[in-house]
């Protein structure tokens, strides 16, 4: 408790407070005291800083976000955030869930829970996604139970088996009833009308898949929060921000969900959201409170989000408020970041039970073997990438055999392979793959929504081999092989998701590694790794492949490649 | 959980849904289930009713009130508030905290447990509000402990000690921390700047005691909600909802405190803020906002406070948004009042423990003797009623004894006497006051803020005894003797502040009383009962009286009747 009568710690003079409670500028001195706001105007302090007349703000809260989408451990992507004047997210460890388990919940928070910067948890509530592709883990309620009390797990994570709660399955019920008392996140984004009532009726409180404002409006009234998400792949703000007024306003949050290297170096995280709705016509002030107090107040974070007596002296000085742009992060009174560069330390965790995930027995020729009942030729069903986009087709065609075995006799129709990682005896299941353009070579990564086993494109036996035996040796990553060469390779041997390697190091990897795929002829309008880390995500049309077989997302059921 | 394969149980048609969420107007049929919102549009239902085009809201809530204040008990207090469209308060029971401690709390809590109506405590933090006079119980944060888990305990009332706050005084301190993951509420109306900060900084987070927009927003700013308060006594309304914009308005939220029985008939509750607050140019929706899903989000209660799948089915059918009069309310999906009247049972609960709480022994005419250094004449402190205020002014004159003792030499100088009646000891004692008028009588009560001891004021010592013992043998309530017969009384046993009986009960029996004291001659501008109630309360200036003697209230200290 802020003690009236000791000194400040610290004074700000000079400084234009952000008032997210009346929409005002306050101008007028601050005063912090044990990582607090202790008051506004002149008080005795330790240190005194002068402002110049810069802005002071709440720093912000991401609402939803996956860190293991930026490919670094906690602490790079903490820092990363940092930089920007996010102090708080709201993470679903739903990707490492996915491949540790509990083991993955408790990594994540253990990892970040000395960091200068608060990292709260929903516990990821689809692990599996699917039972048509095999996890790393099975996270029942019971399991999640574990961590349900933890006072950085606010509840349970986006629900994306939408169909399961509308039926009130029973293991999804019972997911929902530990989080009774806490918070649900939802993700339901085509469901409409009763369904949507049904959804809504079992608890599920907000929604960061809309894509239109009629959407948006329909779960507003019902009550949902809107995260507004910009992320690398989706983009919301610029269509959703149109539905936002004074009315509505305190039911908006802003979120990324998911969000690259590339992106956060270049654009930040809700840094971006912020600027890009004041460009889109939102007072800053109120952009800020989407940020800031909106977050704080839905998830219930107590004393945060606005700049209050009692308050957390989380802040961000910036010096334009039509452009917010971090110059200086205070986080719980310290400064932890100057000109878009941390200085205090975010210092690493390493948890060996979740290094080394990849789990598996030696592949050889004969597993990655596509047989076909016929022996010549035979009428194959082909996945078929569709250009900048995540869905695919399928496709049909006759293709020529030898011995009944697919033998590349088609240039652009190449095999897809996912290799199961996680229980050491390797299920393989081998596709065809049309569009994705790579000549003399292989690429495979364990980035591989939602179970995340090894998937790999090849045109060739050898080089898909090569890629595997590599991912295994550095337990977990990107590989390109080439002519039997490995050309390049990204470690990422957290879970086969993250590395503790900088943000700036796998921006420059995963540039590099985009030339050699290019180079090699992966097709434009084909992203090499981000297409193929979706090849296997069983809920995404029309066509994937998992290490249980070819899926029929359409009908959704297995199917056979050969075509009879 | 609401079930979506089984049939409503309630379905409303040709509604005009009052979304608080996106200020609209939703013209559909509105589903009910299990006392909760099932959902929009046509649902197949047990029961249909045909609401013609009426508007149906979230029923109303009233964010602090002293149900004692209605001098009648919580079952017809909430039976009088749900008549009105209001269903759920949170209350503070400070009055009978002070008379019967824990007991009185429990008290509060058991008797509306099983009611169809929601009551919520804030712990009474001031009890004893002061030392200078002597109370019925002494709640210390080891005792308040008891309640702080209980559900329907939502945190710490109103923290009227400021000073003890602002100086983190360790029992002020010690209340703070046991409610520190709940809600602690204000009462803090003189204070500015640095003690302002610090009085928040310690976790105070609503202030109802605001008098203008600046007081108002400077609270605002510094995040403390505003409970917008129309009492009996204390009006707020028609200044403070100037400074209500679009901004701020989430930090709004509507209370009366204390309302009186003739005002509950006439104008209503939260019903009655509403209306006010349209008529001073509020948007119906923004009104019914407040006073719904503003209160809601503000205290924590989930699902609570607007029209949304899974809500509490707490609603209101009226027909005019400019003049919203409930014409049906609704709780948990149940008709429980129609036309201002209730249909269902309010049942009373009787604990012994809080009845029978006049504790006094035989008061004598000697007990109540006004006893003076000097034998003939001297010159008093005399207390001063300032006409339709609750303040009084110190007034000195030179009187005339008997035998060093006062003798009603001055027929408007009358005694004002206060028997402590919690610990059988009875110290009594006797003052002199001025302006109130009665001839030939006395009025007495056991409402006597905060401490609730009798208080009666008298012309002549056979009636002041009188009263007393009227007092005494119906266990607390108030009662007026002209000439040696007791004229009229009000029976209030529940700890000598409420009655079972009903409010209209109340009402007629005060207006009654109200006549009778008129014709012993009590002032106009002089409210008979509510000038005496607080004229035993030290902290109101400028000079009062308690048990323990006449105390300067400017000073802050006790004072002698005697001026030598």
Redesign the interface.
């Known amino acids: ?5 000791k000194k400040a710690d610290l004074l700000f003079k000079n400084c234009k407070i952000v ?1 997210v ?4 500028i ?1 101008e007028d001195s601050l005063a912090i005291q044990n990582g ?6 002149e ?1 005795d302090s330790e240190t005194v800083i002068d402002l110049e007349g810069d802005y002071i703000s709440p720093s912000f809260i991401d609402a939803h976000v996956h860190i293991e989408s930026s490919m670094v451990s906690p602490a790079q992507f903490t820092k990363t955030l940092a930089e920007r004047g996010v102090t708080t997210i709201i993470a679903d460890p739903h990707e490492i869930g996915n491949v540790s388990g509990l083991e993955g919940i408790e990594y994540i928070l253990k990892a970040t829970e000395k960091l200068p910067f608060d990292v709260y948890i929903m516990l990821p509530s689809c692990v599996p996604a699917t039972p048509f592709e095999t996890s790393g883990a099975v996270l029942t309620a019971e399991k999640l139970k574990k961590f349900i009390n933890d006072k950085r797990v606010l509840g349970l994570g986006e629900l994306m088996d939408f169909y399961g709660v ?1 039926e ?1 399955r029973k293991d999804i ?1 019972d997911k ?1 009833k530990i989080a009774e008392d806490k918070f649900i996140d939802g993700h339901g984004p085509v469901i409409r ?2 369904d ?3 959804y ?4 599920v409180r907000t929604e960061h898949e809309c894509t239109t404002v009629e959407e948006m ?1 329909e779960r ?4 949902m929060y809107i995260l507004i998400r910009q992320g690398s792949a989706a983009k919301n703000l610029p269509e959703l921000i149109k539905g936002v007024n ?3 306003l ?2 908006i949050l802003f979120c990324t969900d998911d969000r690259h290297p590339e992106d956060l170096i270049k654009d930040g995280s809700i840094d971006n959201n912020i600027r890009m709705a004041v460009n889109h016509g939102i007072e800053p002030i109120d952009a800020i409170k989407i940020a800031s107090l909106n977050a704080a ?1 839905a998830y ?1 974070l107590k004393n945060r989000g ?1 700049i ?4 957390k002296a989380d802040l961000v000085v910036f010096e334009n408020l039509d452009n917010i742009v971090a110059k200086k992060v205070y986080k719980d009174g310290k400064l932890i970041s100057e000109n878009g560069k941390t200085i205090v330390e975010f210092s690493e965790y390493i948890d060996k039970r979740v290094m080394s995930k990849v789990n598996i027995r030696e592949i050889s020729k004969e597993d990655i073997q596509i047989k076909f009942k016929k022996k010549d030729r035979s009428k194959a069903n082909i996945i078929d990438i569709v250009k900048n986009d995540l869905i695919t087709k399928n496709h049909i065609e006759e293709i020529e055999l030898e011995d009944n075995l697919y033998n590349f006799s088609k240039t652009d129709i190449i095999k897809i392979v996912v290799v199961e990682r996680h229980t050491g005896k390797s299920g393989v299941f081998s596709g065809l793959l049309r569009g994705y353009g790579i000549r003399d070579g292989a690429i495979g990564t364990t980035i591989a929504h939602d179970s995340h086993n090894i998937i790999i494109a090849g045109d060739n036996d050898e080089d898909i081999l090569n890629v595997i035996r590599e991912i295994d040796c550095m337990k977990g990553g990107i590989a390109i092989s080439s002519r039997g060469v490995i050309l390049d390779k990204l470690q990422l041997d957290i879970s086969g998701l993250m590395t503790t390697r900088s943000i700036e190091y796998v921006d420059n990897k995963l540039k590099d590694m985009m030339k050699i795929a290019r180079n090699l002829g992966v097709n434009e309008g084909v992203d090499p790794f981000m297409n193929l880390a979706f090849l296997a995500l069983p809920v995404i049309p029309d066509i994937k492949v998992t290490d249980k077989g070819l899926f029929d997302v359409i009908n959704f059921e297995f199917m056979e490649i050969e075509v009879e």
Chains 1, 2 share one sequence.
Request: glycine share 12%; hydrophobic share 35%; aromatic share 8%.
């Open positions: 408790m802020i003690n009236p009568k008032d409670f009346n929409n005002r306050i607090r706001i202790m008051g506004f105007g008080y509308v009130r019920v929902i009308g009763k949507l009532d049904a809504i009726s079992a608890g409006n507003i009234s019902r009550g004074k009315d509505n305190r039911r107040e219930n606005a209050a007596p009692g308050y």
